[in-house]
């Protein structure tokens, strides 16, 4: 015994490497049947022999789906004129492999649970039963060369409906059924390993080039996504720099325009100024000797002066009181002082703010003619205004 699994051993590991998905087989073995006899009404245990076909289809590398056809007799089962016990089923079953298949596996055991027809003929009475069974059992698949295995399998069926010419029982139907069969299972509808593996190269290859496309396309549209944004950008940086750009002409021409506008001002106010130097520069009031009153020649200067003053708010101006060389230095002075303030009482009572007119006193010390001649001492008797802006 322990030769032939050996060499059964060496034999699976010789096939080669390939994988079927259908099975056939022709089973047959002992069937121990335990019901009621329906002629006497007693319990009774019956031996069967039983003869049949099973068809499988891979659904997985654990479970396949299996159809079986069994049928079993006592006795004769072709002995004519004579009731002996007989019976046929018809089911169908899950078959789960406790370990997953491989290419090159050998052993493989499994358990199987379905449910099957059984319709029965009992030993010396003619009338049949129906029977609705519940189905389950262990097994054994040895695999022996490429197409052929040897399977070893036991089921226990349970009645749950049985019909007879008595009438129709449910759940309390007696008759439960074990059977034990052997066979020599035939496997066909192979795929070559290297046609599999192809398969599946294909297969990989489809997934592989489907994946890549999709990370093509995935990278496609997130270089669209980065193109947009950076087109989004480059836009908003050209319409910036169009606007920084528009921004800065209109500030350099409004700087331009304003440095235009203040300088044609300034040429204007250097111009005016320089007018109203030259205007004031004429204003001088000539007065009497030791005299510092106003005469209404000079008041009439110097209404010009107010005047020109209040046109023009932003300049200030300067009073310079001056004497001749009569008389000591000391009343000089005080006589040019008192000439300067007289000028520039009269200019605030004509509405001439005082903090825009500074008064100077020089007495005899800024002649503009010789003291020597009374014309000369006419003219340096004076008062002078000027703009001090």
Known sequence: MKKLLLGLLFLSGTVAAQENDKS?????GPTDLWTNNRLTGKDEFNAFTNLGVQFSKRKSANMDVVYTSLAGFQGEFFSPGAWNGKFISAGANMRYFFIPRKKTSVFKPFFQIGADAFARRDYGYPGNAYELNAVGGLGLDLKVAKNFSIIVQSNLAIPMAQSTEAGVKIASVRGSNNSTSF???????FKAAKKKMDEEAAIAAAKAAEEAAAKAAAEAAEQDRIAREMAAKKAAADAKEKADAIAKAEAEAKAKAEAIAKAEAEVKAAAQLKADQEAMAETTILYMNNKWELTSES???LKVVASALTARPEIKVRIDGHSDTYGTSKNNLKASRFRAQGAAKFLVKNGIAASRLKVNAYGE???VASNKTKAGMTLNRRIEIRIIK
Do not use: N, S
């Open 24 to 28: 056939l087989v022709i089973i047959g």
């Open 183 to 189: 066979g020599l299972v035939y496997h066909f509808g």
């Open 299 to 301: 008041e009439a200067k």
């Open 365 to 367: 010390d800024k002649p």
